[in-house]
Nanobody
Framework: QVQLTESGGGLVQAGGSLRLSCEAS??????MGWFRQAPGKEREFVAG????????GVADSVKGRFTISKNNAKTTAYLQMNRLKPEDTAVYYC????????????????????WGQGTQVTVSS
């Protein structure tokens, strides 16, 4: 199983920015996604990116504020989070799916078979 290593979480004031990284050791041919889970809530989709990196999708709740991207080697996915709000506070999880269609973005947790350990993001008001 390929290990997913997340980094970049932390504490930030409302209106601030953070960038999360997810490195998939040794795997390049995978769609990747970010999900989050707040206390007492179900895990929800945040953003996804295809294997190629050409197709992306984000949840309506973060549209216009969050952006997902990959590095050129396609081994690392990033989640750039701008204009953060207290309601963005959650544990953020990276996931990947392999094999996957080259241009397909996946939107549900069940589409992904491999998960990271999660990184805490806390936004203070």
């Amino acid at each position: 199983q390929v290990q997913l290593t997340e980094s970049g979480g932390g504490l930030v004031q409302a209106g601030g920015s953070l960038r999360l990284s997810c490195e998939a050791s040794g795997r390049t041919f995978a769609a990747m996604g970010w999900f989050r889970q707040a206390p007492g809530k179900e895990r929800e989709f945040v953003a996804g990116i295809s294997w190629s990196g050409a197709s992306t999708g984000v949840a309506d709740s973060v549209k216009g504020r969050f952006t997902i991207s990959k590095n050129n080697a396609k081994t690392t996915a990033y989640l750039q989070m701008n204009r953060l709000k207290p309601e963005d506070t959650a544990v953020y999880y990276c996931a990947d799916r392999s094999p996957s269609e080259y241009y397909t973005t996946y939107y549900t947790a069940g589409d992904y078979g491999n998960w990271g350990q999660g990184t805490q993001v806390t936004v203070s008001s």
